[in-house]
């Protein structure tokens, strides 16, 4: 089946740690996205790509990072300059550009400890 | 100024009424518009999508888009209380090719 995965689903960090969320589609989607997702919020999107070797800053970008080595991968590192990290993390992609659906994966959720 | 702004509720209705969401958006490029449904502790899901100014329908779902107020909204008829979740409105930029959410409104329907 197509989809997005997203993992690990639970993951916990001490401060100061750099951590790494996977993101891997098979539905061959050129643009993928990273939204965070804080409780009672909606989605602010972290970073964005629309081809391989290519990705821009979205709206909250400072203390993470990401690569697009391959069509079907995005990872997210959020590195220790990351004030607030603990959130829920949303990964999508979409074949359409910006008038497509936006397909998620189930999401990651971080806690700081 | 937020680019998507939604009523974050809680909004309740009874079973079998009609639920009214509504969003408003700032940026006039904008040309997409989405409604996602949202579980708690889950990743949204697409319930309806709208182009063009006017009403469309799908089931028990209508969206209405009007390009000149900048105004989103959806309802939902015989409101189930399996709708009851979180609504994200989300508008897609042309020009960018990036999406902006709104807060989301959160729906409870009362059996």
């Known amino acids: 089946d197509g989809g997005i995965t997203q993992s690990p689903k639970y993951l916990f960090r001490k401060e100061g740690q750099n951590v790494t969320l996977s993101c891997e589609q098979n539905?061959?989607?050129?643009?993928m996205y990273w939204y965070r997702q804080d409780p009672g919020q909606g989605l602010r999107l972290i970073y964005y790509?629309?081809?391989?070797?290519?990705?821009q800053k979205g709206d909250i970008a400072e203390g993470y990072s990401v690569s697009r080595e391959k069509k079907e991968s995005f990872p997210l590192t959020v590195t220790s300059a990351q004030k607030n990290p603990t959130a829920f993390y949303l990964c999508?992609?979409?074949?359409?550009?910006?008038?497509?659906?936006?397909?998620f994966g189930e999401g990651s959720r971080l806690t700081v400890l | 100024q937020k680019e998507v702004e939604q009523n974050s509720g809680p909004l309740s209705v009874p079973e079998g009424a009609i639920a009214s969401l509504n969003c408003t958006y700032s940026d006039r490029g904008s040309q997409s518009f989405f409604w996602y449904r949202q579980y708690s502790g889950k990743s949204p899901e697409l319930i309806m999508f709208i182009y063009s100014n006017g009403d469309k329908e799908d089931g028990r779902f209508t969206a209405q888009l009007n390009k000149a107020s900048q105004y989103v909204s959806l309802l939902i008829r015989d409101s189930q209380p399996s709708d009851s979740a979180t609504y994200l409105c989300?508008?897609?930029?042309?020009?960018?090719?990036?999406?902006?959410f709104g807060s989301g409104t959160k729906l409870n329907v009362k059996p």
């Open positions: 989300a508008v897609g930029l042309y020009n960018f090719n990036k999406f902006y």
């Open positions: 999508a992609s979409t074949q359409g550009g910006s008038t497509g659906e936006l397909f």
């Open positions: 539905l061959n989607h050129d643009a």
């Open positions: 790509s629309q081809i391989v070797n290519d990705f």
